[in-house]
C-alpha cells in the first residue's frame, strides 16, 4: 500500500520560514492536500491540489509537489501556527486515501 | 455554511457493534463524496472508509469486513455501522466532506474496553 512520509517534528523561530516535507514514491503524480490540526480541535485543509490555497488561509502558506517530496512552506511563521500538520493524498491503484504520519510544528 | 455533527460514540465491549452518525448541513450528502477518517489518542490521522455519489463504497484494509458506510438522503445524514469491535479501533472519529476533507466534524469519541 502507498505510504506517505512526514518528519516526526520541525521546530522554527517566530519570523522565520518553517518547511514540512511529505515523501512519498512519484508522489508529485498525485494531487497533495495538507491538514493543520491544534490540539483538541479538528483539522482544517490548508492547501489543497498540491498548491491551493482554501478561502481564509493566509498567504503565509504555500505548497509544491514535485517528484517523491511534496513540500508545505509557512513563511513567517507566528506562534498560532504551533500544530501538527499530515499530509494526505487519494491512492487511485488501491483506492485508499492515506495520510502522512504527521509533523509537530513548534515554535520557538 | 456547512456544517457536520457526528453522534454515536461510546464505550462498547470487545466484539460489540456501534452506529454513528453524521448530521449535515449546508450541502446534500448525496451530491458529495463523503469520508469517516479516525484518529487513535495520541495518534495520527487514520482513514476508515468513503463512499462517492454514485453510492460505491471503499474501506481501509484494516475495516474491511467489519463496518459500513451509509447515507440517508432524506435525514442528510452519513452513517458507520462498525460490528466487531476491536480494543484498536478505539479513536475519535471524524466525518469529512469530498476526498479533500474540505470541511470537518467535530468527532465522535468511540471506546473499546472490557
Known amino acids: 500500500s502507498y505510504v506517505l512520509t512526514q518528519p516526526p517534528s520541525v521546530s522554527v523561530a517566530p519570523g522565520k520560514t518553517a518547511r514540512i516535507t511529505c515523501g512519498g514514491n512519484?508522489?508529485?503524480?498525485?494531487?497533495l492536500h495538507w491538514y493543520q490540526q491544534k490540539p483538541g480541535q479538528a483539522p482544517v485543509l490548508v492547501i489543497s491540489y498540491d498548491s491551493d490555497r482554501p478561502s481564509g488561509i493566509p498567504e503565509r502558506f504555500s505548497g509544491s509537489n514535485s517528484g517523491n517530496t511534496a513540500t508545505l512552506t509557512i513563511s513567517g511563521v507566528e506562534a498560532g501556527d504551533e500544530a501538527d500538520y499530515y499530509c494526505?493524498?487519494?491512492?487511485?491503484?488501491?483506492?485508499?486515501?492515506?495520510f502522512g504520519g504527521g509533523t509537530k510544528l513548534t515554535v520557538l | 455554511e456547512v456544517q457536520l455533527v457526528e453522534s454515536g460514540g461510546a464505550l462498547v465491549q470487545p466484539g460489540g457493534s456501534l452506529r454513528l452518525s453524521c448530521v449535515a448541513s449546508?450541502?446534500?450528502?448525496?451530491?458529495?463524496?463523503m469520508t469517516w477518517v479516525r484518529q487513535a489518542p495520541g495518534k495520527g490521522l487514520e482513514w476508515v472508509s468513503v463512499?462517492?455519489?454514485?453510492?460505491?463504497?471503499k474501506y481501509a484494509d484494516s475495516v474491511k469486513g467489519r463496518f459500513t458506510i451509509s447515507r440517508d438522503s432524506s435525514k442528510n445524514t452519513l452513517f458507520l455501522e462498525m460490528n466487531g469491535l476491536r480494543v484498536e479501533d478505539t479513536a475519535l472519529y471524524y466525518c469529512a466532506k469530498d476526498l479533500i476533507c474540505t470541511s470537518w466534524g467535530q468527532g465522535t469519541l468511540v471506546t473499546v474496553s472490557s
Open positions: 512519484n508522489v508529485g503524480t498525485k494531487t
Open positions: 463512499i462517492y455519489r454514485g453510492g460505491d463504497t
Open positions: 494526505q493524498v487519494w491512492d487511485s491503484t488501491s483506492d485508499h486515501m492515506v
Open positions: 449546508g450541502f446534500s450528502v448525496s451530491d458529495d463524496y
